[in-house]
């Protein structure tokens, strides 16, 4: 059987924790920060999970994560 294919754009951004969950980067945490709320911005440091509704199609792009 052939080996199936990893999709690098979804490697690049989801990486996955010991338990089985999918962890990414928020977005807007670049730049225009000036606009932005302490209380946004500190939010936006911190790693977001993949939500079990999305998990599935995430396990299809990384087969092998």
């Not at 977005?27 to 977001?48: E, M, N, V, Y």
């Amino acid at each position: 059987m052939p080996k199936i294919k990893t999709n690098k754009a979804a490697q690049k951004r989801f990486k996955r924790t010991k338990s089985g969950k999918y962890k990414y980067t928020k977005a807007f945490g670049r730049h225009l920060l000036t606009s932005k709320t302490s209380k946004r911005r500190r939010k936006l440091r911190r790693p977001g999970l993949i939500d079990a509704t999305n998990l599935k199609h995430v396990r299809i792009l990384l087969p092998y994560s």
